[in-house]
């Protein structure tokens, strides 16, 4: 809700603007904060289980893809209102988490939690898969589908971790 006020008020403050909205940003870069998909290589690397809405669709989206799709939009549109700048998956947090550790190669325990069940510090809606075909019809850079999001996550994260100078 908080979200969307704020592009409400941006809206109602610059009627010309456009507003990028994307979800669950994630990044295996250096220096990228912790994430839902960071912590499920962490821990699954480590042995430790993972816990993970199952009741809660996202439609998340890399870092790098996201604001490439907004940059296209600021700078290269006229477009006005709100447009869906996220990945072009929209899955649960289990099945993300899932995917993830199928990428990495990485076995353990995602174990299934219902938001209901868990105290969280903001409410978070069940249903915020976002529709990103406006977006896919007008930029050239185009919503990753998650596969292809995780290879490209994939590498970040194997690149921060590989020697300087070591070959992939």
Known sequence: RSKRCG????LLLAPDAAVARV????????????????????????????????DQVVS??????????????????????VLHTAG????????????????????????PVRTADVKLLAPRPLRSGLRVDRASALLREKPLRV??????????WSARTRPPGASR
């Open 147 to 156: 596969d292809e999001a995780l290879d490209r996550f994939f590498e970040q």
């Open 23 to 54: 979800a669950v940003v994630y990044s295996g870069r250096p220096g990228a904060k912790s994430t839902f998909a960071t912590q499920v290589v962490e821990k699954l690397s480590r042995g430790e289980p993972v816990k993970a809405f199952s």
């Open 7 to 10: 592009e409400e008020a941006a």
């Open 88 to 111: 072009a998956t929209a899955l649960s947090r289990v099945e993300m988490a899932e995917r993830v550790a199928r990428r990495f190669g990485l076995a353990g325990e995602i174990v």
């Open 60 to 81: 998340p989206t890399l870092a790098e893809s996201g604001a490439a799709m907004t940059l296209e939009l600021l700078l290269e549109h006229d477009y006005r209102g």
